[in-house]
């Protein structure tokens, strides 16, 4: 290895990145998913009732419990994973004095670590029962990974649509020759880096993200009123809705995230990123006023309403966690800056 190549190597880091397989399930698999689901209240049940806060004493005190569900004994691991970390969530927030419900899972989901499924004639193997398995065939882009020597298979997760495979790699990270700091704003990500002495800023566009938003707002809102003796139908269109806006955002901000990493990577440059936590807190603080129709004083929101929506709405994390799951499987360096006193002035 070159020796001014190999100076610029600081740290190891594991990368993890996930593969989607859609597939039809049958009503088997649904079956499968859905006393995944029941095994994990389950868990969440015992460990509320007996106070468990770790894995292991919760382990010891359901698996042998978990084998009266007729699945496969893999899951039973998983199934205390899941109910462990929606546990370790619920305690958290309930430290944190925020408004909590009893926990409860609902989505149809199954996880498998690496070791329960195969890999055979293109097709994955997964158990359901003990000796009763289903398949699911290779994608395209799975045999991609699957064919680079440096990646390792990791778990699956199973939804009632798709298969998630994770890969993982050990990747290098350089030191970074300069950085390209990102400001997250509502309507646009800037970054901002100096080259040749010079200041050079870069714009993306994210108004169309908004525009989304709103016109889902409004759609639901007239849905809701068509349809107010009718809830079932109303939440129905909703949920589809829902799946629809999500999809064209994440694809937004996929293309924004992978653009900014890749040209990170090609200046040798790191990422610098704020760090807006609780920043939602901020937004809906409460404060004591006078309520303008009764003329009392009472506490109420510090914000308008229209203005908490917009605000609650905006996709700052999820635009940061992608670009740092992209960049670490890329080797590019990013860093956490404080956001105070960061934006003296509005972008807009």
């Known amino acids: 290895m070159n020796l001014k190549y190999q100076s610029l190597l600081v740290l190891s880091v594991q990368a993890v990145k996930a593969v989607q397989i859609p597939y039809h399930p049958s009503e088997e698999i649904l079956r ?3 006393t995944f689901r029941d095994m994990v209240n389950y868990c969440i049940h015992v460990g509320l009732e007996k106070n468990i806060t770790s894995r292991f004493k919760l382990s010891n005190e359901v698996y042998h419990k978990l084998n009266n569900y007729g699945l496969h004994t893999w899951y039973n691991l998983s199934v205390i994973e899941v109910a462990t970390a929606i546990l370790k969530n619920y305690r958290k927030a309930v430290r944190r004095k925020r408004a909590t419900k009893r926990p409860y899972a609902r989505k149809l989901m199954a996880k498998l670590g690496n070791q329960a499924y195969k890999i055979a ?3 994955f193997r997964i158990p359901i029962k003990p000796r009763e398995y289903f398949y699911i065939p290779l994608h395209k882009r799975v045999r991609q990974f699957l064919s680079d020597a440096t990646l390792k298979l990791g778990s699956i997760t199973l939804t009632a649509c798709t298969v ?8 290098e990270v350089m030191r970074p020759k300069g950085y390209v700091a990102i400001d997250t704003n509502e309507r646009s990500v800037d970054g901002a880096s100096i080259e040749n002495g010079e200041l050079k800023v870069e714009s993306y566009d994210l108004s169309r993200i908004c525009e989304i938003r709103h016109g889902y707002f409004e759609r639901v809102r007239r849905v809701q009123a068509k349809y107010a003796n009718d809830r ?7 949920q589809k809705w829902f799946r629809n806006q999500n999809s064209c955002i994440n694809s937004i901000l996929h293309k924004v995230s992978s ?9 040798k440059q790191g990422i610098i990123l704020e760090d807006l936590k609780n920043i ?7 404060v004591l006023g006078i309520n303008k129709f009764n003329g009392k004083v009472q506490v109420t929101s510090k914000h308008l309403k229209r203005l908490k929506r917009r605000l609650n709405s905006w996709l700052f994390r999820k635009l940061q966690s992608f670009i740092e799951y992209k960049a670490r499987w890329e080797g590019v360096k990013v860093v956490y ?3 105070y006193n960061t934006s003296r002035i509005c972008a807009i």
Do not use: C, G, W, Y
């Not at 998630?164 to 990747?171: H, L, Q, Y």
């Not at 939602?280 to 409460?286: C, F, G, L």
């Open 121 to 123: 004639d293109d097709q």
């Open 259 to 267: 653009t900014i990493v890749k040209k990170a990577k090609k200046k």
């Open 32 to 34: 499968l998913l859905e």
């Open 164 to 171: 998630s495979v994770v890969f993982s790699k050990t990747t």
């Open 280 to 286: 939602r807190r901020a937004v809906n603080r409460k």
């Open 232 to 238: 079932r139908v109303s939440r129905k269109i909703q």
């Open 337 to 339: 800056v404080n956001a």
